[in-house]
């Protein structure tokens, strides 16, 4: 997955409801979204790597190897429920 680059699906919809994160890709099942999840999100663009996505987010404080081995399996996750895509 190192080399494949997220964007977010044209599908998905994001809304706001009781100070929490919603994502619908079919206005029929609605997804929590955690905001760790939106900071993920936040740099999903289709430039960057899950390892540059991982990078960004370490910063100075943590090792982005790390940081990638905890964002690959919900980057997974995010594909499966049609989120995002890898390209």
Avoid: C, W
């Avoid at 680059?5 to 079919?26: H, I």
């Avoid at 099942?29 to 960057?48: I, N, Q, T, W």
């Amino acid at each position: 997955m190192v080399t494949k680059r997220p964007v977010l699906s044209k599908k998905v919809e994001f809304f706001k409801k009781d100070k929490k994160v919603f994502a619908t890709v079919d206005k029929n099942s609605y997804f929590e979204v955690p905001e760790a999840a939106l900071a993920v999100m936040g740099l999903v663009d289709g430039h960057r790597t899950v390892s540059q996505i991982a990078r960004d987010l370490a910063g100075s404080r943590q090792k982005a190897k790390d940081v990638e081995g905890t964002i690959s399996p919900a980057i997974e996750k995010m594909e499966k429920i049609g989120i995002i895509k890898l390209i």
